[in-house]
């Protein structure tokens, strides 16, 4: 998961509703979309792009290194197995309302390939002034050294308009989704924007449920030059104790996976956790090099 102009992107679906209004937005935005994948309908175009049959035809005609898929639940299990059976390595799932066990066996599938999957249920990835895979809008974007990872849409939008309106920018912002099981989660992201060249400072905004916030918190300190560089965010601090929350991924399981437990996590490593989103912005300034 880089920040790669060269990534030539396979649209998972293309034909369908989702699938040809998000594709010419990514493609508006700059991303190299080389075609479609939509089975029973190879051979044809669509937004002046060719369509094949399965991803396998697709990589060996366009090279596509990059799969993003707007296929409807009951298909995302077949998908994600069709582009890591064509060698592709990067693979972004924005279906919301994917099965457990079918996501289950994605990740088992995604992790034996050593390819990276962004998703389900995520609003992607876009990199300012470069690309984007998914649906985020572009136009509360601009450029800077600024990564953002989150599990909500959102408030992935929210705090890319703070950001931005504070006078810095984005390098890369990755939505991992809400649900239960997913692919890349936030210490992939870390790790990934530890090493871009284009990221100084990162936000991470989490929420109630599961612990990889808490497992990010643990890898903060081994990180080098983005150590000191992390602000936090944790939505759900004002959910009521044992009511059943939206998001798949939204459980708490004794003592992991509540706001508290997350925001004391990151605290203890000095990553700064604000109450409320307009806080981020004048926590973040100061940490990113002048």
Same mark, same amino acid.
């Given at each position: 998961m880089?920040r790669?102009?060269?990534?030539?992107?396979?649209?998972?679906?293309m034909?369908?509703?989702?699938g040809?209004?998000?594709?010419?937005?990514?493609?508006?935005?700059?991303t190299?979309?080389?075609?479609g $994948?939509t089975?029973? #309908?190879?051979?044809?175009t669509?937004?002046?792009?060719?369509?094949?049959?399965?991803?396998?035809?697709a990589?060996?005609?366009? %090279?596509?290194?990059?799969?993003?898929?707007?296929?409807?639940?009951?298909?995302?299990l077949?998908?994600?197995e069709?582009a890591?059976?064509?060698g592709i390595?990067?693979?972004v799932?924005?279906?919301e309302?994917?099965?457990l066990?079918?996501e289950?066996l994605?990740g088992q599938?995604v #992790?034996?390939?050593?390819?990276?999957m962004?998703?389900?249920?995520?609003?992607?990835?876009?990199s300012?002034?470069?690309? #984007?895979?998914?649906?985020m809008?572009s136009?509360m974007?601009?450029?800077?050294?600024v990564?953002?990872?989150?599990r909500s849409?959102?408030?992935?939008?929210?705090?890319?308009?703070l950001i931005?309106?504070a006078?810095?920018?984005?390098?890369?912002?990755?939505g991992i989704?809400g649900?239960?099981?997913?692919?890349?989660r936030?210490?992939?992201?870390?790790?990934?924007?530890e090493a871009?060249?284009?990221?100084? %400072?990162?936000?991470?905004v %989490?929420e109630?449920?599961?612990d990889?916030?808490?497992?990010a918190?643990?890898?903060?300190?081994?990180?080098g030059?983005l150590?000191?560089?992390?602000?936090?965010f944790?939505?759900?601090?004002?959910?009521?104790?044992?009511k059943?929350?939206?998001?798949?991924?939204?459980? $708490?399981?004794?003592?992991?996976?509540?706001?508290l437990?997350k $925001?004391?996590a990151?605290?203890?490593v000095?990553?700064?956790?604000?109450?409320?989103?307009?806080?981020i912005?004048a926590?973040l300034?100061?940490?990113?090099p002048?």
């Amino acid at each position: 998961m880089s920040r790669n102009e060269g990534t030539r992107v396979i649209v998972k679906g293309m034909t369908g509703r989702e699938g040809a209004f998000h594709p010419q937005a990514m493609m508006d935005y700059g991303t190299n979309v080389v075609g479609g $994948v939509t089975p029973g #309908k190879g051979g044809t175009t669509h937004l002046d792009h060719p369509v094949f049959p399965h991803c396998l035809a697709a990589v060996e005609e366009t %090279g596509a290194t990059a799969s993003v898929a707007f296929v409807p639940p009951r298909f995302v299990l077949g998908a994600v197995e069709d582009a890591v059976e064509s060698g592709i390595k990067l693979l972004v799932v924005i279906t919301e309302g994917v099965p457990l066990l079918d996501e289950i066996l994605m990740g088992q599938m995604v #992790k034996e390939a050593g390819a990276t999957m962004i998703g389900p249920n995520c609003p992607g990835i876009l990199s300012s002034g470069i690309g #984007k895979m998914g649906i985020m809008p572009s136009g509360m974007f601009r450029q800077g050294n600024v990564g953002l990872v989150s599990r909500s849409g959102t408030l992935t939008y929210e705090v890319v308009d703070l950001i931005c309106r504070a006078g810095m920018g984005i390098s890369t912002a990755v939505g991992i989704g809400g649900d239960r099981v997913i692919g890349a989660r936030f210490k992939d992201v870390l790790l990934a924007f530890e090493a871009d060249e284009e990221t100084d %400072g990162v936000v991470m905004v %989490g929420e109630i449920g599961g612990d990889d916030e808490e497992r990010a918190a643990a890898l903060i300190p081994t990180l080098g030059k983005l150590k000191d560089r992390v602000v936090g965010f944790i939505g759900g601090r004002t959910a009521p104790e044992g009511k059943a929350m939206g998001h798949a991924g939204a459980i $708490v399981e004794g003592n992991k996976g509540t706001p508290l437990a997350k $925001v004391a996590a990151l605290e203890a490593v000095g990553v700064p956790v604000p109450e409320r989103l307009s806080e981020i912005p004048a926590l973040l300034q100061p940490r990113l090099p002048r």
